[in-house]
């Protein structure tokens, strides 16, 4: 899937400038609950690394557990800090909060999801229906 441009990033100085070091190149999500944005890491113009923007507003609803975007993006810091020696994870640049939004800024890898991966496995089956084989690719992502 290619991801389109959007213009209206480029037309928020408030996000411009909070995000000096970054050139957003595209919105990957729009959402009420916060904006995932693909960018250039602008602070070595030797290299073309991108990295993943994830945005957390304020005052949005909890989850079914009662978490807001600022502990929902805590936890994935979190899970991804203490996975990063067993798994292969994206790496976490940055961190911080601005006016009340949380912001967390990660490697970008090309490649599919493990949402993907798994849907894919699954094929639109029942766990009962998958053979073995599938299960335990599954169970060993």
């Known amino acids: 899937m290619k991801t389109q441009i959007s213009q ?3 037309s928020d100085p408030e996000i411009n400038k909070l995000l ?3 050139l957003i190149i595209s919105v990957l999500k729009e959402d009420k609950k916060g904006n995932v944005y693909k960018a250039k890491d ?10 993943i923007i994830k945005q957390g507003k304020a005052q949005m609803l909890p989850d079914e557990f009662g978490r807001g975007m600022k502990e929902r993006l ?3 810091l979190y899970v991804q800090q203490s996975l990063s020696n067993v798994v292969g994870t994206p790496e976490i640049k940055d961190f911080f909060r601005y006016k009340g ?3 967390l800024i990660m490697e970008y890898i090309e490649g599919r999801t493990l949402r993907e991966i798994v849907a894919g496995i699954f094929e639109k089956k029942t ?3 998958l053979s073995a084989e599938n299960r335990i690719s599954i169970l060993e992502l």
């Not at 602008?42 to 990295?51: E, M, P, S, Y």
Request: glycine share 0%; charged share 35%.
């Open 8 to 10: 209206k990033v480029y």
């Open 42 to 51: 602008c602070q070595d113009w030797l290299k073309t690394d991108h990295v």
């Open 127 to 129: 766990w009962d229906a």
């Open 74 to 76: 805590r936890w994935q």
């Open 101 to 103: 939004h949380d912001y």
């Open 20 to 22: 000096k070091d970054y």
